[in-house]
């Protein structure tokens, strides 16, 4: 099993930025992508960003030039660096961990853009 602990969401207002954080603990040889979902009031979760173990990325086309994924060397953290944030960026964010056998999931961490 993989354990996954997120941090750092909060209130940021349109334009400003925050960083999210995301340590994996337990099988973490079983990892082989770490990424980051949303989900909004009254919308299906969605794909923000995700990294390989090799390092190739995927972003949601709305996060695009804005958002930023990284992983630490040993892989088991993952960030999403949020920059030029917008109201409709506001949702709860789940930390992904896509393993050999099921995916595992963060408690999620809420990200409020408001004025």
């Known amino acids: 099993q993989v354990q996954l602990v997120e941090s750092g969401g909060g209130l940021v207002q349109p334009g400003g930025s925050l960083r999210l954080s995301c340590a994996a603990s337990?099988?973490?040889?079983?990892?082989?992508?770490m990424g980051w979902y949303r989900q909004a009031p009254g919308k299906e979760r969605e794909l923000v960003a995700i990294?390989?173990?090799?390092?190739?990325?995927n972003y949601a086309d709305s996060v695009k030039g804005r958002f930023t994924i990284s992983r630490t060397n040993g892989k088991n953290t993952v960030y999403l660096e949020m920059n030029s944030l917008k109201v409709e960026d506001t949702a709860v964010y789940y930390c992904?961990?896509?393993?050999?056998?099921?995916?595992?999931w963060g408690q999620g961490t809420q990200v409020t853009v408001s004025s």
């Open positions: 992904n961990a896509r393993c050999v056998g099921p995916d595992y």
């Open positions: 337990g099988s973490i040889f079983s990892i082989r992508a």
């Open positions: 990294m390989t173990n090799g390092g190739a990325t």
